[in-house]
């Protein structure tokens, strides 16, 4: 379970932004808004996000400039906008697995729902990871204080497991995140060791239990 996925992310956006966004016929609105972002990712891995302008937008997405008008006013707006969509999934995600009593069961789902929701938002994560230095002051902070936020949640877990070996807590849910960002982040090393989600998962998994249950 995800709370986020490759459909829903439109529809989240158009409802999150709704006082910005002018175009009120639904349909063609999260057509565009799909349009728009992934045109965005298509761009920064091309010419870098900084270099893109608008009217690079305008022509990858055959928008005129007051249709994309109609969606963002800035590239500061794109950014804000991809990072809350990364921080929404990560900050929901654990919700969605309380229930699990057992902490190591629990630590388990929160891996492998968080290392597959990276994979059906890669360009979303790997965007939030690589140009986070293109958000504004306030909007770099927010992202800074969202990691730590997760971070902390996977430590409260880890600090449950029973007779685990000595150690922070924070430290081991370091380890654990920077995984997960090695995944989406390093994708060539992973295509072409021919290794799937699945089977990184299951990696990931065995290490986190062979080390908080040795």
Known sequence: MTPLDGVNIWAYLLDRYADRITV????????NLEKIFNATFKLANEVGFRAMNLRDLCGETGLSMGGLYGYISSKDQLAEMIEDVVRHATHEL?????????PLDRLEAL???SIYVSEILQPWFYFVFMDSRVLQAEQ????????MHVQALY?????????????SPDLVAAHIM???????????????????????ANSAVRMMRGYLSA
Do not use: N
Not at 94 to 102: E, G, S
Not at 156 to 166: E, F, L, N, T, Y
Not at 182 to 192: E, G, I, M, Q, T
């Open 24 to 31: 009120k016929r639904r349909k063609p609105a999260l057509e």
């Open 94 to 102: 654990p919700k969605m697995y309380t229930d699990i009593a057992d």
């Open 111 to 113: 891996m492998r729902a």
């Open 140 to 147: 770099r902070s927010t992202a800074k204080e969202s990691e």
């Open 155 to 167: 430590a409260d877990v880890i600090a449950q497991v029973p007779g685990r070996p000595q150690g």
């Open 178 to 200: 920077a995984m997960f960002q090695d995944w989406y982040v390093k994708r060539w090393k992973y295509r072409a060791a021919d290794i799937d989600p699945d089977r990184f």
